[in-house]
Nanobody, 114 residues
Framework: QVQLVESGGGLVQTGGSLRLSCAAS????????MGWYLQVPGKERELVAG??????NYEDSVKGRFTISTENANNTAYLQMNSLKPEDTGIYYC?????????WGHGTQVTVSA
C-alpha cells in the first residue's frame, strides 16, 4: 500500500523559507507524477508544483519562489519554498499517481505571518 507522509511545515515570517518533504513508502520511480497541492479554507485544493517524467510545472504565483524536486535514493519529494507570503498559508498536500491510482498524504500546515 502506498503511503505519503509530509513534514516540514510550520510558522514562518513573510520573506522566510521552508522546505517540505514527502516521504513515500514505495519507490518514487514507480510514480508517473508527483506534486504539491495547497488548500486554504473555503477553496478547493490547487496544484502549486508538479513533476512528471522529470519535467516540472508551477502555478504562476509561486514561479521563481518554489522549487519541486525528488530524491530517488530516499523515495522523497521536496518543495523548497522561498520568499514566502501570507497568501501561501494553508495545508500542503503531497500527491502521487501510479498505475492510474492517485495517492495523497495527510498534509502539513504552513502559516506565513505578515
Amino acid at each position: 500500500q502506498v503511503q505519503l507522509v509530509e513534514s516540514g511545515g510550520g510558522l514562518v515570517q513573510t520573506g522566510g523559507s521552508l522546505r517540505l518533504s514527502c516521504a513515500a513508502s514505495v519507490s518514487i520511480d514507480s510514480f508517473y507524477a508527483m506534486g504539491w497541492y495547497l488548500q486554504v479554507p473555503g477553496k478547493e485544493r490547487e496544484l502549486v508544483a508538479g513533476i512528471i517524467s522529470g519535467r516540472t510545472n508551477y502555478e504562476d504565483s509561486v514561479k521563481g519562489r518554489f522549487t519541486i524536486s525528488t530524491e530517488n535514493a530516499n523515495n522523497t519529494a521536496y518543495l523548497q519554498m522561498n520568499s514566502l507570503k501570507p497568501e501561501d498559508t494553508g495545508i500542503y498536500y503531497c500527491y502521487a499517481v501510479r498505475l492510474n491510482h492517485e495517492f495523497w498524504g495527510h498534509g502539513t500546515q504552513v502559516t506565513v505571518s505578515a
